[in-house]
């Protein structure tokens, strides 16, 4: 899949599901459910033990699911993710390394970014999405809104703190994807192996996300008839 096909399947689905578990065995297990709940992409976190290996086979075993990898630190860690067959790259927090890497490669990144400051500098060292994180904390879908401001063409994932209560004010505040974890995945229902539980919350996350932009879709259209 190159990186055209995996900027647009973000684009479309809206939600890149956070895998961060105890386990290889369980995060295998918490990736499956959500990509039969609907959602075809995974972000396998590098703090999972055998997280390179999660990546390894699901890149092999999934076809048709986007897998990425996700807090990413360094350089290091990213070249062994793409020798893996991650087909993204995403890091907490801006590493420019990191983003010069994934182009040299032509691998999708979202880099991390709080202050406007970094998102324009992530956005002008060729990040193909900013990831805002921790959105809740510094006002949450205010904040995209706040962001979306200055930078309309900038594609901002919301991340940290979305949930079901949340995540249609960040699609209307402009939020171009979110970033969801232990609320799609719960720890419980991983423990438990409720894939059903994970499924449905895929199932009603895709529902908030489709409902959300086709409240904006009139407005898009007015404002472009005026």
Known sequence: MNKEEVRARIEEIGIIPAVRTASAEEARFAAEAVSSGGIPIVEITMTIPGALDVIAHLAKNTPGVLIGAGTILDTDTARRCLDAGAHFLTDPGLDLPTIELANKHNILVLAGALTPTEVITAWKAGA???????????????????????????????????????????????????????????????????AEQIRELARRFLRLVHAARARMAPRAESAFSH
Do not use: H, M, S
Request: with cysteine; glycine share 14%.
């Open 128 to 194: 193909d999405f900013v990831k805002v994180f921790p959105c809740a904390p510094v006002g949450g879908d205010l904040y995209i809104r706040a962001l979306k401001g200055p930078f309309p063409k900038i594609p901002l994932i919301a991340a940290g703190g979305v949930n079901q209560q949340t995540a249609t004010n960040f699609i209307l505040a402009g939020a171009a994807a979110l970033g969801i974890g232990g609320e799609l995945i719960p720890r419980e229902a991983i423990k438990k192996r409720q």
